[in-house]
């Protein structure tokens, strides 16, 4: 079974800097894909940005960039010129590609989460 | 677009009651999913659904049944609350892995917080 582990239970981070969180997995499946969700304190869970592991580029959106490194496992996220609104519960998810058709669905292994404060 | 909404958003049980939880997305997503977020631990999947009619177990379904009679709706039930399942609720949706790379994106609803005593 796949396991997602996010080592940092808390990050703190002064507004305009720049923060890395980071995430591991273990997998022995060579395609697969990578997530990041925020979840602020509304509690909904709001997609941040995702990686395919076929993707040797590193995906962007906006602020938010991830460090892929396959080899190790690695799956990193770097928000630069953090806002107070960045403040939230960050969690990794991995999907593992489809084994048997449809039926298997799309599902998502979680990590613990990393509480992500950001000072003024 | 109300996207996924969950209903309702608290709820206050005793040990034995039963109660549904109700999961409407308006996206015509294909699959849907409930999870339940306990402190210190990532989502954990309870059940989930690839199409209307359909159902299959996640990792911790014990406890919980689902019913998706209509595309647009994912219903979770306990039979017989334990204290054991409190916990906050989530409901997600996605269109399919069919609907091309960006179809395993899933979309999550509020959040539903139950207690049980």
């Known amino acids: 079974a796949q396991t997602v582990t996010q080592s940092q239970p808390e990050m703190s981070v002064q507004e305009a800097e720049t923060v890395t969180l980071s995430c591991t997995y273990d997998t022995s499946e060579s395609d697969y894909y990578l997530f990041w969700y925020k979840q602020p304190p509304s509690r909904q869970m709001i997609l941040v940005i995702r990686q395919e592991a076929y993707k040797q580029q590193n995906a962007t959106e906006n602020r938010f960039s991830v460090n892929f490194q396959k080899a190790a496992k690695s799956f990193s996220l770097k928000i630069s010129d953090s806002q107070l609104g960045d403040a939230a519960m960050y969690f990794c998810a991995y999907r593992s590609p489809l084994g048997e058709g449809e039926t298997s669905g799309s599902r998502l292994t979680f990590g613990e989460g990393t509480q992500l404060t950001v000072n003024p | 677009n109300a996207g996924v909404t969950q209903t309702p958003k608290f709820r206050v049980l005793k040990t034995g009651q039963s109660m549904t939880l109700l999961c409407a997305q308006d996206?015509?997503?294909?699959?849907m999913y409930w999870y339940r977020q306990d402190p210190g631990m990532g989502l954990r999947l309870i059940h989930y659904?690839?199409?209307?009619?359909?159902?299959a177990k996640g990792e911790v379904p014990d406890g919980y049944n689902v019913s998706r009679l209509k595309k647009q709706n994912f219903l979770l039930g306990l039979e017989s609350a334990a204290p054991s399942q409190t916990s906050v609720y989530f409901c997600a949706s996605s269109y399919g892995l069919l609907a091309g790379p960006e179809g395993d994106t899933q979309y999550f609803g509020p959040g539903t917080r139950l207690t049980v005593l």
């Open positions: 659904s690839v199409g209307e009619g359909t159902t």
């Open positions: 996206m015509n997503h294909e699959y």
